[in-house]
């Protein structure tokens, strides 16, 4: 069973940073990509960032410059460091990994940004 933890959200002002990290857990042979994406309450989940295996990134628009993802000191792990925070980066953020073809999901980390 492959699952994925997310930690590291909370509440910070804006203008500050936090960082997140995704853990996957299982048995896993091959990891295509790692990504984040967030969600706010009626509006469509978006995507964040993207790692793929070789290392590319890609970034959604809103926060390039600002957002750095990057795979993690541990094995099967993400990480997500946000700097330059602003209120509307405020969402629910989960990771995603594609694994052999197949998608999973971790439950969601709160990230809430103050004005």
């Known amino acids: 069973q492959v699952q994925l933890v997310e930690s590291g959200g909370g509440l910070v002002q804006a203008g500050g940073s936090l960082g997140l990290s995704c853990a996957v857990s299982?048995?896993?042979?091959?990891?295509?990509?790692m990504g984040w994406y967030r969600q706010v309450p009626g509006k469509q989940r978006e995507l964040v960032a993207v790692?793929?295996?070789?290392?590319?990134?890609n970034y959604a628009d809103s926060v390039k410059g600002r957002f750095t993802i990057s795979r993690g000191n541990a094995k099967n792990t993400v990480d997500l460091q946000m700097d330059s925070l602003k209120p509307e980066d405020t969402a629910v953020y989960s990771c995603n990994a594609n694994i052999r073809g197949d998608v999973y999901w971790g439950q969601g980390t709160q990230v809430t940004v103050s004005s």
């Open positions: 299982g048995t896993i042979f091959s990891m295509n990509a």
């Open positions: 790692i793929l295996s070789n290392g590319r990134t």
